[in-house]
C-alpha cells in the first residue's frame, strides 16, 4: 500500500522553463512535507518545505504548494536549470517518520 | 566532517554471510532512521530511532534484520544470511528532533549480494 505516489517517474524540462514535480498522499496523518533532491552515488538532500497550516512556501527558485483537501503536493521550480538533472522525492512527516515517494528523475534539456 | 557518517560505502558479500552496516549521525541529533533503495525503486523506511530505543521497526523486511543504537549516537545495521534481494543502497538520515525538522542523510552503504 503505496500510501505517497509521484506518479511521473521521470520528466524533461527546457533549460529556462518551469519544472513541476506532483505527489499525491493518502493518509491525512501527514502534517510536515519536505521535498528532497538526490545526485547519482549521493544522499538525498533537503530542498525545500512545508507545514501542514500552510498552503505555499517560496525559497528562490523553489516554490512548493500544498493542496490539502486534494491530498496534492507540488515544487515549482522556475527558472530550470541544468544543475536542477537528478532525482526529487517528496517526503512526508508523520507518525514521527518520514515516508518517501518513489522519485521522479527530472532532466533539464540545455 | 560534521554530516551523516555511512561505512563502508561498498560491500560485497556472498549470500548466507552476515553483514554489519554503521552509521554515524550528527552529533546531538536524536532521530535517526535506516532507509534503503533497491535498484529502481524509491527509498523504503526500515526503522527508526528516537534516542537508542526503536519506536518504530515495521519497514524491517525480515527477522534477519536487525538494528541497534548505543548511546544515542552510532547505528548498527546488521543482516544475516544475507540474500541477493537485500542487494540495494542502504542510507542512514539523523534529525535534530522528529517532529517537524529535516533530516539528513549519509552518502549510503552500497551493498551487493552474490
Known amino acids: 500500500d503505496q500510501q505517497v505516489k509521484q506518479n511521473s517517474p521521470s520528466l524533461s524540462v527546457q533549460e529556462g522553463r518551469i519544472s513541476i514535480l506532483n505527489c499525491d498522499y493518502t493518509n491525512s496523518m501527514f502534517d510536515y512535507f519536505l521535498w528532497y533532491k538526490k545526485y547519482p552515488a549521493e544522499g538525498p538532500t533537503f530542498l525545500i518545505s512545508?507545514?501542514?497550516?500552510?498552503d505555499k512556501n517560496e525559497d528562490g527558485r523553489f516554490t512548493v504548494f500544498l493542496n490539502k483537501s486534494a491530498k496534492h503536493l507540488s515544487l515549482h521550480i522556475v527558472p530550470s536549470q541544468p544543475g536542477d538533472s537528478a532525482v526529487y522525492f517528496c517526503?512526508?512527516?508523520?507518525?514521527?517518520?518520514?515516508?518517501f515517494g518513489t522519485g521522479t528523475r527530472l532532466t533539464i534539456i540545455p | 566532517g560534521a554530516g551523516v557518517s555511512q561505512s563502508p560505502s561498498n560491500k560485497v558479500t556472498e549470500k548466507g554471510k552476515d553483514v554489519e552496516l554503521r552509521c554515524d549521525p550528527i552529533?546531538?541529533?536524536?532521530?535517526l532512521y535506516w532507509y534503503r533503495q533497491s535498484l529502481g525503486q524509491g527509498l523504503e523506511f526500515l526503522i527508526y530511532?528516537?534516542?537508542?530505543?526503536?519506536?518504530?521497526k515495521s519497514g524491517l523486511p525480515s527477522d534477519r534484520f536487525s538494528a541497534e543504537r548505543t548511546g544515542g549516537s552510532v547505528s548498527t545495521l546488521t543482516i544475516q544470511r544475507t540474500q541477493q534481494e537485500d542487494s540495494a543502497v542502504y542510507l542512514c538520515?539523523?534529525?535534530?528532533?522528529?517532529?517537524?525538522?529535516?533530516?539528513?542523510f549519509g552518502q549510503g552503504t552500497r551493498l551487493t549480494v552474490v
Open positions: 530511532f528516537q534516542g537508542n530505543s526503536a519506536p518504530d
Open positions: 512545508i507545514s501542514s497550516i500552510k
Open positions: 538520515a539523523s534529525s535534530f528532533r522528529s517532529v517537524g525538522t529535516e533530516a539528513f
Open positions: 517526503s512526508l512527516f508523520g507518525n514521527e517518520k518520514l515516508t
Open positions: 552529533s546531538g541529533h536524536t532521530a
